[in-house]
């Protein structure tokens, strides 16, 4: 039942680091995205 | 490969995700009277949503030739009118320029959202969450006129290692992401339908945050459960002549033999490339969800397979069109897993007595694993017997 609760709490710890990580790769859609990218020129 | 088998898939699968009455046409409509342009006629085929050849309009969009000279009174503004500049922007023909970064932003009308609103909230919806309550519903009535499958003559009372703690934890990993996956699912896709009406938009909205939080982020879980279990188990679902056999009787499921298996009997096999392949095509859809306009597949898939059975798919899609139709493949797809899933649950909990312990703990009754899985004991005790580890 540990291994259980393991993997339960390993698959939340990797929801909560995922949104960081991919932001290090430039990869959260929301900064691709954001208001400064856009040039008015 | 069996295309005939192909075919029908494709078949049950156009027969799902279409609407019987667009299969109609609606009868040609002489348009002299408006000078081409459409008719009561077109507009009551509409709303009785037949089939209406939009050529009529998504072709008419001027023509340069036809433009009068600069000279002439009150300008030109080229060949074509401010109803056929409109219709080019309607029918995303317009050659349009923008200061938006960001792919698709030059879509500025891409009518195919309805289509695909309309499926989601209807069929999708409807056959997806009868699916699910039917094989809860089957599973309720085989459990009360098969039982539990018991130990036959009962516990040996000495256990067998079934698998080993990383085994157990791919599993778990890849088990715990998808219910949360499923739930948080269900809860996007008929929130709206099922839940507002009785929690009213206040309590739904951070209820519906959260979970396009969770459904975003714990995806990465089960991608990685998805390589972990098929790295550790691949080998042991190999299909063999054995689960022939194992099938043929029933897999003890129905009836009470015991029929011989290895590591994993063929309802198991069934199950492993089930999640994989399914896993896999959930999981790239997700991405294409997750990265938006990044991952265009469908268009190409389509080509592959009008080459292959001499189908008429489109293989000209707009950028929403390819995210829409990601959207419902990865709805359709989840579903069939979760119905997968949910029998899968079944056998390994409350179906079977002594099945939940091999991921519980790891530990088997050695008398269970000899009714269930005979030559994987065996295997494992000749390797005992030399000295190696199961």
């Given at each position: 039942m540990k291994v259980m609760l393991a993997g339960f709490i390993a698959a939340l710890v990797i929801a909560a680091l995922a949104p960081p990580v991919l932001n290090q790769f430039g990869w959260s859609s929301a900064e691709q995205y954001k208001s400064e990218s856009v040039r008015l020129d | 490969m069996n295309f005939k088998l192909l075919g029908a898939a494709v078949f049950a699968l156009a027969t799902l995700i279409s609407n019987p009455v667009w299969a109609q046409d609606a009868q040609s409509v002489d348009r002299s009277a408006t000078g081409g342009a459409q008719t009561l006629e077109d507009i009551m085929a509409r709303q009785k949503q037949l089939e209406v050849d939009d050529s009529f309009r998504s072709?008419?969009?001027?023509?340069?030739?036809?433009a009068p000279p600069i000279?002439?009174?009150?300008?030109?503004?080229?060949?074509?009118?401010v109803a056929d500049d409109y219709r080019a922007i309607r029918y995303n023909k317009a050659d349009a320029s923008t200061q938006v970064r960001g792919p698709a932003a030059d879509v500025m009308i891409q009518d195919g959202g309805m289509s695909w609103l309309k499926l989601r909230e209807g069929p999708v919806i409807t056959y997806g969450g009868s699916a699910i309550l039917g094989m809860i519903i089957l599973l309720t009535i085989f459990y009360f006129v098969r039982g539990k499958m018991r130990i036959e003559g009962g516990p040996a009372g000495t256990t067998i290692e079934r698998f080993k703690a990383i085994e157990r934890f791919g599993h778990w990993l890849l088990a715990g992401s998808f219910i949360a996956l499923a739930l948080t699912g269900l809860l996007t896709l008929m929130g709206r339908s099922f839940l507002i009406p009785i929690i009213g938009h206040e309590a739904f909205s951070p209820l519906a945050i959260g979970s396009k939080w969770l459904h975003n982020n714990i995806a990465w879980a089960f991608m990685l459960g998805l390589v972990l279990t098929f790295v550790m188990w691949v080998a042991h679902n190999i299909p063999n002549k054995l689960d022939w056999q194992w099938l043929k009787a029933g897999g003890?499921?129905?009836?009470n033999a015991h029929p011989s298996a290895k590591k994993f009997n063929a309802g198991q096999k069934i199950v492993f490339w089930t999640v994989m392949i399914l896993g896999v095509s959930v999981s790239w859809s997700g991405l294409s969800l997750l990265f938006p306009f990044e991952f265009l597949m469908f268009a190409d898939t389509f080509a592959i397979i009008n080459s292959i059975l001499g189908t008429d798919l489109p293989t000209v899609l707009a950028p929403h069109e390819e995210m829409q139709l990601g959207n419902i493949w990865h709805s359709i797809v989840a579903f069939v897993m979760m119905v997968a899933i949910i029998a899968h649950i079944y056998i390994g909990s409350?179906?079977?007595?002594?099945?939940f312990e091999a991921m519980g703990n790891g530990q088997v009754d050695v008398e269970w694993a000899r009714q269930h899985h005979d030559l994987w004991v065996e295997e494992v005790q000749a390797k005992q017997g030399k000295g190696e580890s199961s």
């Open positions: - | 072709e008419n969009l001027g023509n340069p030739a036809d000279s002439g009174p009150l300008g030109t503004q080229g060949g074509s009118s003890g499921i129905v009836g409350v179906g079977m007595e002594g099945a």
